[in-house]
């Protein structure tokens, strides 16, 4: 089993990870190895990982390095840069102060690398890391926790809105690289930001692991974005566990086009009047594997959840959607929706999908649907009648089903890449741009 | 405390209505489990040396596996050595007619409310009774022997007809194909078996009614029911069971076969020992059922009214293997006091065009967890499958839940799939409605809940729609908002 | 027949009728006009049973007894009616069903038997021609897939049926086109007669055009304000609600 290797690798690094000074950091990161050492990546035995093998992890070897590279970054690096946004650049698993771009970023916001943030904020960093995952605990996060080399970490004060968005870069460049970072988000109360954590790399064969953990405290608002474009060949495990107190709001919107096998996780817990949506878009196509995996834990009462995912499986692609709501005792009077959507074009592709509800309060309006077709010939017919060949139409079709996640972004600047993106990922569509 | 609430405190503090324990002497086993065993049970009912093998295998098979535990459920460890793996009514001579059948135990079915005279003369229904574990009558034989049926209990088939046992039995659920299933395989004490020949529509409902009644007495009976082409037959099966302080175990396995163009119809009431309000006692009902529509334009549909047992796990399937094969699977599930029930189905998808429909209705009150467990799996072969899945929860009171975990995985991009599931409670509104316009409490809740269990009662025949009424009546009496 | 005394209700802590004094005999109809939020719709609420308010001083007799101490069943077996502002959907309960059932209680209350299967339907479909319904609607589920007008129409039939004391028909005439309320209408005068008295909880008044009342009362912030004869209704229609307020701005 690999994990023994991976073991034995980072030992190596252990004396250069940061936080190593701090024995609340260093204990943390014991037991996490301790559990990881036990039981390595998850397994397809684990219910949760059901749908998604990750053991050809094991037969390569990731690597990590122990600090900051200096390789150069191509020009390829600038199509993922939001024009209007501050953007924290995390380089192969390290923050980048030289590719970030904060100028301007008001005096009372923390935007920085986690390696700086133990150094200046450790306070902080220790109230946030490890308080959203709760009970989480399968082999990637244990491994993350324990090897993290660096990561992001945000916090907005009380009140403070800003007035731009904030974008975390996650960008690999060497290949066989293993960039594993943490990234914490801290919103005080009141507190409003538009956040955008895109994934992207150089086409080769790579891993990242990332866990992004956010705290939003009373009646703060995130607007959350995951912009997930990695190389074709890249494994890729994003997880965002999210703890929402009092009358916060978060609006996720994920979308999912890159990577070899990538598996995300979003998961939030909610008290009470704390609402939540939760939108995804996921492409497959070659060979790829896409798996998406929400929790909504509705722990108080009056909250409201509506989620709705979005998957087109061509080719060879597998597709997972696994989506689960828990209304624990007490949350009354919440309001839990969930809708899945699912376009098989290919007959090699695959689709698996686990809506589940887990109810255990009786005042509640809960609700889920799930849906596996293709297109509506009838659509197609009507198009091919008004002269649009078949393949355009269906091209059509499809695009205009993946068009209405994209609609959803609110944020001008990030709508237009991510529909950019989509349009190239189906080269021979005939979609002309000016129709859009 | 609200009136309504009242109301529910009052309904489900109810006791069970069926709990009466016939005194008649029985054969039975000391408890445990080895070889040895396996091979008096076999000897007992007179078993040929092939059948024995057979046991004896699924016994090998079954002590290298382990319980499944990834059930909604929570019970403690069960000791299968504490466990009497027969259990028989001491016949003298096996009854010839229904008078010659042992008055106590014609009395107790007379309590259940089914009394064989009265199904005879009224309903035209055959009955082959399970009482603990052997059958004691059987009727309509002759009527049915007339169209070619075989209606006989396994113990008979297999000494009778042992080509078409063997041919089938084990065909569709494996001998290792789970845990329970294992164990049933090499302990299955009686249970029914069915032939209809080709072209024939059976000529009346068959009907087994089940029954545990000797303490500590696992119960393990094998249903085998072949429709040979463009054959139908309606198969009901109810069950109950006497009240017990401790747990009972019951592990049955239900194997069906419909060939080409056959229907087979099969519609459970299961009134098992539920436990009192506490959890004590109660039947674990870990059953195993499918059906196997193996040619083309076959169909089989399962319908199922749960309202005992102390734990259910149980998920009645369809391999639609044929072109053209329809599934279908319609169930109340209720849980009530400390009940727990994980149960639903599985529609694997082989043929092309082949359909399959879903409807599942849970009902959760007191400290009960309902829930619904379900598959539906489309292979790569099957071109233009089709599948509408409804799942609706009803919860009844606080303290209660219901979870739903559909599983959906599709290789075919033809496919069409549909899952839809709701939860909510019964609306205060409708409570008060009801109540304005006369009805009491209890009324209003029981016509609500039939009125939300109506889907699944209009595929159970007649006789038993009403009392499958009658039941969640009993289990719950109507119930609340 | 009803007498109500000083009635104060609370909603979560809060007054929303304060003081409100009615009497009603047998054969009387009696419209209760307010603009919203004056609470009409907790006036037919309390009267009908329905939980959450909470009585803080008064009292409601109905035929010599206390009302308030009834459940809901019970008012409706002793003949008190409410047609709702917003009838509830009961899937899978067909209509018939529900209105055997509910004739069957309010019967064995009363003391008569049971009416067999012929003579409920035979009574059913005279009732169903009072509110010109087609009989289909009996055999749907109640209110499921009705449109407005069908749901209050289907409230009149049930009025009809369980042949009440007092009615109340709390905003019958809201969401009706002209048509539906003169069949509304119709049916509610149809079932006017010596010892059956009727509220009319009402926002306008062009329900009165159909069904003329002995008495209106004007309902402003939890009391009566006003009472009079068919008049006032007139009245207020052509001087509007603000004539209320400040009528009361004048008093205070």
Redesign the interface.
């Known amino acids: 089993m690999s994990a023994a290797q991976y073991l034995e690798l980072y030992q190596s690094l252990t004396e250069v990870l940061p936080g190593q000074n701090m024995p609340w950091l260093s204990e943390i990161r014991q037991q996490a190895r301790e559990k990881f050492a036990g039981g390595g990546f998850p397994t397809p035995r684990e219910e949760e990982w059901k749908y998604t093998n990750v053991t050809a992890l094991e037969k390569k070897l990731f690597k990590t390095s122990a600090e900051p590279g200096e390789e150069a970054v191509g020009p390829w690096l600038d199509d993922f840069y939001l024009a209007d946004a501050w953007t924290v650049v995390l380089m192969d698993g390290f923050f980048s102060p030289g590719l970030s771009r904060l100028d301007g970023l008001p005096g009372n916001v923390i935007a920085c690398g986690m390696t700086d943030a133990l150094k200046h904020h450790p306070g902080r960093v220790k109230t946030l890391l490890g308080s959203a995952l709760g009970l989480e605990a399968h082999g990637f996060i244990a491994f993350n926790t324990a090897f993290f080399s660096d990561g992001a970490f945000v916090e907005i004060p009380t009140g403070v809105s800003l007035s731009r968005p904030l974008q975390i870069l996650h960008v690999s460049t060497r290949p066989e690289g293993l960039a594993n970072t943490r990234s914490l988000v801290g919103l005080a109360a009141n507190a409003g930001v538009r956040l955008v954590e895109t994934y992207a790399g150089a086409q080769q064969a790579y891993l990242t692991a990332a866990v992004t953990e956010i705290k939003l405290a009373e009646n703060a608002g995130l607007d959350h974005y995951k912009w997930q474009v990695e190389s074709d060949q890249a494994h890729h495990f994003g997880g965002i566990y999210v703890s929402q107190e009092r009358s916060s709001r978060f609006n996720q919107h994920n979308f999912c086009l890159g990577g070899l096998l990538a598996r995300t996780e979003i998961h939030t817990e909610l008290a009470d009047g704390a609402e939540c949506d939760m939108n995804g878009l996921f492409l497959g196509l070659g060979r790829q594997h896409v798996d998406n995996h929400t929790r909504i834990h509705h722990r108080e009462p009056n909250g409201i959840s509506r989620e709705t995912y979005r998957g087109i499986l061509a080719d060879r692609a597998r597709g997972v959607f696994q989506g689960r709501i828990v209304v624990h005792p007490n949350a009354q009077k919440t309001n839990a929706e969930m809708n899945s959507h699912n376009l098989l074009l290919s007959d090699d592709a695959e689709i698996d999908a686990k809506p589940q509800l887990e109810i255990l309060a009786d005042d509640v309006k809960c609700s889920h649907g799930l849906a596996v077709g293709q297109l509506d010939e009838e659509s197609v017919f009507f198009l091919q009648s008004r002269g649009v060949g078949h393949e355009t139409a269906r091209n059509m079709l499809t695009f205009a089903f993946a068009q209405a996640m994209v609609e959803k972004i609110g944020l001008e600047s990030l709508r237009f890449l991510v529909q950019e993106r989509l349009l190239n990922r189906f080269p021979q569509s005939g979609i002309r741009r000016d129709w859009l | 405390m ?3 609430e009242q109301t529910i405190e009052k309904l489900i503090s109810q006791e069970y209505k069926q709990g009466f324990v016939t005194d008649l002497e029985s054969d039975t086993l000391p408890p445990g489990l080895n070889e040895e065993v396996i091979r008096i049970i076999s000897a007992k009912k007179d078993e040929p040396e092939w059948m024995l093998q057979w046991r004896l295998e699924a016994y090998r098979h079954w002590l290298t596996m382990t319980e499944p535990r990834w059930a909604y459920v929570d019970y403690p460890p069960i000791a299968y050595d504490a466990i009497s793996y027969y259990s028989a009514p001491k016949a003298k001579e096996g009854p010839k007619k229904l008078n010659e059948v042992d008055p106590k135990l014609l009395e107790t079915y007379n309590k259940l409310g089914i009394p064989l005279y009265e199904q005879e003369r009224l309903a035209g229904v055959a009955v082959d009774a399970v009482f603990d574990s052997v059958s004691v009558a059987t009727t309509f034989k002759d009527k049915l022997a007339e169209a070619g049926v075989i209606f006989c209990s396994m113990s008979e088939a297999i000494r009778h007809h042992p080509e078409l046992v063997r041919q089938y039995l084990g065909s569709v659920v494996p001998a290792g194909d789970n845990f329970f299933a294992a164990l049933n395989s090499a302990v299955f004490s009686d249970g029914s078996f069915v032939y209809i020949p080709k072209g024939v529509r059976c000529p009346m409902e068959l009907s087994t009614y089940f029954r545990i009644n000797a303490a500590k007495t696992g119960q393990f009976e094998r249903t085998l029911i072949i429709a040979e082409e463009r054959s139908y037959v309606s198969y009901l099966e109810g069950c109950t069971a006497p009240m017990r302080d401790e747990n009972q175990l019951h592990a049955a396995v239900v194997e069906l076969v419909a060939l080409e163009g056959a229907q087979i119809k099969y519609s459970t009431v299961q009134n098992w020992y539920p436990g009192d309000e506490d959890g004590r006692g109660g039947i674990y009902n870990f059953v195993t059922k499918r059906g196997d529509c193996r040619g083309a334009h076959s169909k089989i549909s399962w319908t199922q009214v749960e309202t005992g047992s102390a734990i259910t796990w149980k998920y009645p399937s369809c391999l639609l293997r044929g072109d053209h094969s329809i599934g279908e699977f319609y169930s109340v599930a209720l849980t009530n006091h400390r009940q727990q029930a994980d149960t639903g189905t599985k529609m694997i998808h082989i043929g092309k065009n082949t359909k399959s429909t879903i409807i599942s209705k849970g009902i959760s009150a007191g400290r009960a967890n309902n829930s619904y467990r379900g598959l539906v799996k489309v292979l790569k072969s099957a071109e233009n499958a089709r599948n509408h899945t409804q799942c609706d929860s009803l919860l009844i009171g606080d303290r209660c839940g219901a979870h739903t975990f559909p599983y959906i995985e599709v290789k075919q991009a033809s496919a069409r799939i549909e899952h839809e599931a709701t939860t909510s409670k019964i ?4 409570l ?10 209890e ?1 209003a809740v029981s ?2 809940v ?6 699944v009662f209009k595929e159970l025949p007649m006789e038993f729609a009403v009392e499958a009424q009658a039941l969640l009546g009993i289990s719950l009496e109507g119930s609340v908002g | 027949m009803l007498k109500i005394e000083n009635l104060h209700v609370r909603v979560e802590d809060k007054p929303i009728l304060k003081g409100i004094s009615l009497t009603i005999r047998p054969g009387e109809v009696h419209a209760i006009m307010g603009p919203n939020g004056s609470g009409k719709s907790t006036l037919s609420n309390v009267l ?4 959450g308010y909470e009585i803080s001083a008064g009292s409601v007799t109905y035929q010599g007894r206390n009302l308030l101490e009834m ?3 019970e ?3 002793e003949g008190v ?2 047609a ?1 502002q917003y ?7 067909s209509n018939i ?2 209105l055997k ?3 069957n ?2 019967r064995k ?1 009363r003391g008569l038997h049971e009416l067999d299967a012929i003579d409920f339907l035979k009574m059913i479909k005279d009732k169903v021609k009072l509110v010109e319904m087609n009989e289909q609607f009996l055999y749907r ?1 109640v209110n499921e897939g009705f449109s407005g007008g069908e749901k209050k129409r289907n409230e009149i039939l ?1 009025m009809a049926v ?1 042949e009440p004391r007092l009615c109340i028909l709390d905003e019958t005439d809201s969401g009706l086109d002209i048509d539906a309320l003169k069949i509304v209408s119709d049916g509610v005068n149809s079932l006017r007669c010596e010892e059956r008295s009727f509220i009319l909880i009402t926002h306008y008044q062009r329900l009165l055009d159909y069904i003329k009342p002995d008495f209106v009362h004007v309902l402003a912030q939890g009391r009566i304000v006003k009472s009079g004869d068919a008049d006032l209704a007139l009245e207020l229609e052509d001087k509007g609600y603000g004539w209320i307020d400040q009528q009361l701005g004048a008093v205070a």
């Open positions: 609200s009136a309504a609306g205060e509104d409708q008060f409605f009801c109540r304005q316009r006369g009805l009491s409490a009324d016509m609500i039939n009125g939300f269990c109506k889907e | 009908a049973g329905r939980d459940a809901p069943e008012r409706a077996r009616f409410l709702f009838p509830v959907e009961i899937p899978g309960v069903y529900l059932a509910a004739l209680a309010v209350h589920a049930q369980l």
